[in-house]
Each structure stands twice: as C-alpha cells, then as structure tokens.
C-alpha cells in the first residue's frame, strides 16, 4: 500500500499537475491530453490523478479558475491606482479587452471542441457555479462602485458587466481584424463607456 502523503507532498503534486495540464492543454487542447499525459507529467501514477482530481476536465477548470484569480487580482490592483472613477472604469473595460493577450489559457473556454468536452464530463451545477462565480465577481464591483457614486445612476450592475462580457468576445476576434485595429476599437470604446458611466 502507498505511503500516504503529507499536505506538503499534496501541494507540490497539485503544482506539478497545474503546470503540466496548463502546458499540455495549452498545446493540444483539452480533448487530446490523456490522463496519463498529466499524471507522468506530474510525476505520479494514472490512479494518483484520481486522489486530486475526478477527471482531466476537472483539472482543466481548476487551472482556469486559478489564470481568473490571477487576471482579476491584477485587474483590481491596477484599478486602485486609478486616480478618478473615470480612469478606474477605463481601466477595467480597456483591460477586459486584453484580457486573453496576458492569459492566453482563457482562450482555451472559446473553443467548441472543448466546451463539448467540459459540457459531457462536468456536473451542469459545477459548470454554473463557475459562470455565477465570474458574473458575481463583476456585479460585485459594480455595486461598490454605484454605492460609492462612481458610476451614473442609469447604468445598472447586470449593463456593466453586459458590456464587459461583450468588450471581452469582441476580444476573441483578433485574427478577424487584427491587433492593431483591435487595439484602437477597444480603447475608443472604453474611452466612451467611461465617459457615459461616470457620474463625476
């Protein structure tokens, strides 16, 4: 019988298995990484994978919750050294844009194949609980900001983050136009969102 691990030797394994699914996912999608391809990554057995993680799927989540994390810290950090409500919605809406420029992992969810492949294998309230965790991070801040008089009183919670959803599709099509283009058009854009919103 194996020897049990310590928390330590857990958490070191878990790192093993992000950095690996996030490398191996990365270069061959979700579909064609095996369970095997992970676990010898990680430098355990098939089975171990199972003690941490009920499928590759379930991983694969997990490393895109973590790259979210990442993303929404950076983007509150560079938030609060915003000067004036108007620069802080800027700030958010123009990073929004470049959001899979700095976290190209995220563009793994824009995939069909592996959104088939998350949709078969993940319990539909896992999958939910994920999409209300996203949205309720941004109605959150919406809300802040409405109660400390940031934003004008037409624009509701559900508008801001209809917007941000949207600057952050129109993100995903920047082999259509080009990252120049795509570049100039956000920043137009979130230039006249946040003159629109602020309420000073």
Same mark, same amino acid.
């Given at each position: 019988?194996?020897?049990?691990?310590?928390? *330590? /030797?857990?958490?070191?394994?878990?790192?093993?298995? #992000?950095?690996?699914?996030?490398?191996?996912?990365?270069?061959?999608?979700?579909? &064609?990484?095996?369970?095997?391809?992970?676990?010898?990554?990680?430098?355990?057995?098939? %089975?171990?994978?199972?003690?941490?993680?009920?499928?590759?799927?379930?991983?694969? +989540? =997990?490393?895109? *919750?973590?790259?979210? $994390?990442?993303?929404? $810290?950076?983007?509150?950090?560079?938030? /609060?050294? =915003? /000067?004036?409500?108007?620069? $802080?919605?800027?700030?958010?809406?123009?990073?929004?844009?470049?959001? +899979?420029?700095? #976290?190209?992992?995220?563009?793994?969810?824009?995939?069909?194949?592996?959104?088939?492949?998350?949709?078969?294998?993940?319990?539909?309230?896992?999958?939910?609980? #994920?999409? &209300?965790?996203?949205?309720?991070?941004?109605?959150?801040? $919406?809300? &802040?900001?409405? &109660?400390? %008089?940031?934003? =004008?009183?037409?624009?509701?919670?559900?508008?801001?983050?209809?917007?941000?959803?949207?600057?952050?599709?129109?993100?995903?099509?920047?082999?259509?136009?080009?990252?120049?283009?795509?570049?100039? =058009?956000? *920043?137009?854009?979130? #230039?006249?969102?946040?003159?629109?919103?602020?309420?000073?």
């Amino acid at each position: 019988m194996p020897r049990a691990r310590t928390p *330590e /030797e857990r958490e070191r394994v878990d790192e093993r298995l #992000h950095a690996t699914g996030r490398e191996l996912f990365q270069r061959l999608g979700l579909a &064609r990484v095996t369970v095997a391809d992970l676990a010898r990554g990680a430098g355990i057995g098939k %089975g171990s994978l199972y003690h941490f993680y009920p499928s590759k799927e379930e991983l694969f +989540l =997990a490393i895109q *919750e973590r790259e979210e $994390a990442e993303f929404r $810290a950076s983007m509150i950090e560079e938030i /609060e050294r =915003a /000067e004036t409500p108007r620069e $802080a919605v800027f700030t958010l809406l123009f990073g929004v844009s470049g959001r +899979l420029e700095r #976290h190209p992992f995220l563009r793994l969810l824009l995939d069909p194949e592996t959104i088939d492949g998350l949709m078969l294998r993940l319990p539909p309230e896992r999958l939910e609980a #994920h999409r &209300r965790d996203d949205e309720g991070f941004f109605l959150d801040l $919406a809300k &802040r900001w409405k &109660r400390r %008089g940031w934003l =004008a009183k037409g624009v509701s919670p559900q508008r801001f983050v209809d917007v941000l959803t949207a600057m952050f599709v129109m993100s995903t099509q920047e082999q259509l136009v080009g990252q120049d283009t795509l570049r100039r =058009a956000a *920043e137009e854009i979130a #230039h006249a969102v946040a003159d629109r919103w602020c309420a000073t």
